[in-house]
C-alpha cells in the first residue's frame, strides 16, 4: 500500500514532476493517482500534451508538449491538476478554486500545501471563471512552487 493510500496526502514522489527548464515555461502538472474511469482533461487539451493508457489510468502529461494553457484545471472534476511555472525566485500557480468567497486580483491570501497548511502569503494575479470552477493564479517564492496546491482567503 502506498502512503497516500494511508494518508490521503500525496507527496511528490507520488507525481510526474518537470524538470526545471519545463518549469519556466509553465506546465500542467497533475495530481490524479486514482485508476477511476475519467478523462476530461485528455478532451481538454488543445495539444494532445495530456493522455491516459485506457479510460481507467491515470493521465500522463507530455511537459515537452504542454503549453501551459490551464484548460485541463478547471474540467478535471477531482480538482487535481494545477500549472505551475517558475522564474528566478517567483512561482506562479494556477489552481482550481470552489470556495466562496472568491479572491479578487491584488488580494493577499493564504497559501496552503496538501495537508492543508498555511505556507506562505500569496498575491492573487489572475482570477478567470472556466466553466462553473474559479481559477486563481498565484504568485508565490519558488522554493513553494511544487507544494502550495490551495489558497485560504
Known amino acids: ?30 495530481e490524479c493517482v486514482q485508476e477511476i474511469p ?10 494532445h500534451a495530456i493522455s491516459m493508457k485506457d479510460i481507467n489510468a491515470p493521465p500522463v502529461n507530455d511537459f515537452e ?6 484548460k ?10 494545477f500549472v505551475v511555472k517558475v522564474k528566478d525566485r517567483t512561482a506562479w500557480v494556477t489552481l ?9 486580483v491584488g488580494d493577499m491570501v493564504k497559501a496552503v500545501d496538501r495537508t492543508g497548511a498555511v ?21 508565490i517564492d519558488s522554493d513553494l512552487a511544487m507544494d502550495i496546491r490551495n489558497i485560504r482567503v
Not at 72 to 81: D, E, M, N, R, T
Request: hydrophobic share 35%; charged share 20%; with cysteine.
Open 1 to 30: 500500500m502506498r502512503q497516500y493510500e494511508k494518508t490521503g496526502i500525496l507527496s511528490q514522489k507520488d507525481l510526474q514532476i518537470p524538470s526545471e527548464k519545463q518549469l519556466q515555461k509553465g506546465v500542467a502538472i497533475l
Open 38 to 47: 475519467c478523462n476530461p482533461c485528455v478532451e481538454s487539451c488543445p495539444v
Open 65 to 70: 508538449k504542454c503549453i501551459g494553457c490551464t
Open 72 to 81: 485541463c484545471v478547471s474540467v478535471c472534476p477531482g480538482l487535481a491538476i
Open 96 to 104: 482550481p478554486y470552489e470556495f466562496v468567497p472568491v479572491p479578487k
Open 119 to 139: 505556507r506562505s502569503n500569496a498575491l492573487v494575479k489572475k482570477v478567470i471563471k472556466q466553466g462553473k470552477t474559479m481559477v486563481i493564479t498565484i504568485e
